[in-house]
């Protein structure tokens, strides 16, 4: 089956720093979502992308699939961004997540 | 406009009780899933249902049963639950469109269901 890697597994930033989060995967998929996990464990979705570059507000994401990866940039990060970022292509098949922790 | 919505929000049960999740989705999607989280993990897929009158196995169907009881409305019965299903539980939705020749499917998740089976 399809393999979803994410890079890195923890990230700790200071308040108004940016970030990159990356997600490998090892076949050609026609869905990609990204997901934000927060500490409540609520999913909210971010970004349906399957292909292209869409941005909201701080965050950005950019998939190339003829490359197999997707990245998540957030912009001058805030706490309320902690949390465990999660992509998931296909069905869906979900990597292990990015634990991003911002400290004030 | 509530989304997916799911019942209860915790639970506790003892092994070998019975029960069953609710999730209900007012957005009108054909196809729903039931997914499960693990401590420190992503989610991994139990059941789906494509569409009204279908259901299938995801990568984790053993100890489930699932309901597909009209488009609204997806459950997911634990028959005789075990410590191992200790987990919380995640329903979703989504609708498939296409556009050209590629076609596309987002996921919509509801609040989650914490279980422990002690």
């Known amino acids: 089956g399809i393999q979803v890697e994410q890079s890195p597994p923890d990230l700790i930033l200071q308040e108004g720093a940016n970030s990159t989060l990356r997600c490998n995967f090892s076949?050609?998929?026609?869905?990609l979502q990204w997901f934000h996990q927060n500490p409540w464990g609520q999913l909210i979705n971010l970004f349906y992308?399957?292909?292209g570059t869409k941005q909201n507000g701080r965050l950005s994401a950019t998939t190339v699939a003829t490359e197999r990866y997707s990245l998540l940039y957030i912009s001058s990060s805030q706490t309320t961004d902690s949390g465990v970022y999660f992509c998931a292509v296909f069905k869906l098949i979900f990597g292990t997540g990015t634990l991003l922790a911002v400290q004030p | 406009n509530a989304g997916v919505t799911q019942t209860p929000k915790f639970q506790v049960l003892k092994t070998g009780q019975s029960m069953t999740l609710q999730c209900a989705q007012d957005m009108n999607h054909n196809s729903m899933y039931w997914y499960r989280q693990d401590p420190g993990m992503g989610l991994r897929l139990i059941y789906y249902s494509a569409s009204e009158g279908t259901t299938d196995k995801g990568e984790v169907p053993n100890g489930y049963n699932v309901s597909r009881l009209n488009k609204r409305e997806f459950s997911l019965r634990l028959e005789s639950a075990a410590p191992s299903q200790t987990s919380v539980y995640f329903c979703a939705s989504s609708e498939r469109w296409t556009s050209g020749s590629s076609s596309y499917n987002e996921q919509f998740f509801g609040p989650g269901t914490r279980l422990t089976v002690l």
């Open positions: 992308i399957p292909s």
């Open positions: 076949d050609s998929v026609n869905n």
